[in-house]
T-cell receptor
Framework: GQNIDQPTEMTATEGAIVQINCTYQ??????LFWYQQHAGEAPTFLSY????GLEEKGRFSSFLSRSKGYSYLLLKELQMKDSASYLC????????????FGGGTRLMVKP | EAGVVQSPRYKIIEKKQPVAFWCNPI?????LYWYRQNLGQGPELLIR????????DSQLPKDRFSAERLKGVDSTLKIQPAELGDSAVYLC???????????????FGSGTRLTVV
């Protein structure tokens, strides 16, 4: 089975940096995804890590440590539009690449 | 390419009534997923199809929920009868075995927001 934990809510200031952590316990690990989801919309893909280390994509970066079952999403130069839920999801290669999601972290960016 | 298409976008029904949701996956994607997302929570898998075969339906409440994927393309998820606790967003997603594109072959539809009153 899968167990994925992430904080429920975070608040940060416009222009600042925020780090959203995710810990997981899983079998058949085949990658970790971060999705962004605005209220009332479908999740949209942000990043993918399958090897240890940091993946950088513009203002967003994601880190993975497979030995520690740990990932984080780093958002730099926060903008008001970054207010959304951020979902950590682990892919199980033994189950048709099914994604299991954490509960999501609701990020509120304040002026 | 066209994305995953779901309909309806919104649905409001009275409890004990039936309801059905439809999903058209990305062309060529052999795997189709139905997820349910309650307010403030992450999506939870209901059922996974490999082509027309349901290979994981362990989380599907089979007393009232049913799903089908005829011909391995479109899929329908049905609830009969609906209960108040079924109010949620129902998301469909599809993927291919080949990792293609930024989504690594896993794409969500816009979802159907169900409200049971």
């Amino acid at each position: 089975g899968q167990n994925i934990d992430q904080p429920t809510e975070m608040t940060a200031t416009e222009g600042a940096i925020v780090q959203i952590n995710c810990t997981y316990q899983t079998s058949g690990f085949n990658g970790l995804f971060w999705y962004q989801q605005h209220a009332g919309e479908a999740p949209t893909f942000l990043s993918y890590n399958v090897l240890d280390g940091l993946e950088e994509k513009g203002r967003f970066s994601s880190f993975l440590s497979r030995s520690k079952g740990y990932s984080y999403l780093l958002l730099k130069e926060l903008q008001m539009k970054d207010s959304a839920s951020y979902l950590c999801a682990v892919r199980d290669g033994n189950a048709g690449n099914m994604l299991t999601f954490g509960g999501g972290t609701r990020l509120m960016v304040k002026p | 390419e066209a994305g995953v298409v779901q309909s309806p976008r919104y649905k409001i029904i009275e409890k004990k009534q039936p309801v059905a949701f439809w999903c058209n996956p990305i062309s060529g994607h052999n795997t189709l997923y139905w997820y349910r997302q309650n307010l403030g929570q992450g999506p939870e898998l209901l059922i996974r199809y490999e082509n027309e075969e349901a290979v994981d339906d362990s989380q599907l409440p089979k007393d009232r929920f049913s799903a089908e994927r005829l011909k391995g393309v479109d899929s329908t998820l049905k609830i009969q009868p609906a209960e108040l606790g079924d109010s949620a967003v129902y998301l469909c997603a599809s993927s291919s075995r080949a990792r293609t594109g930024a989504n690594y072959g896993y794409t969500f539809g816009s979802g159907t927001r169900l409200t049971v009153v």
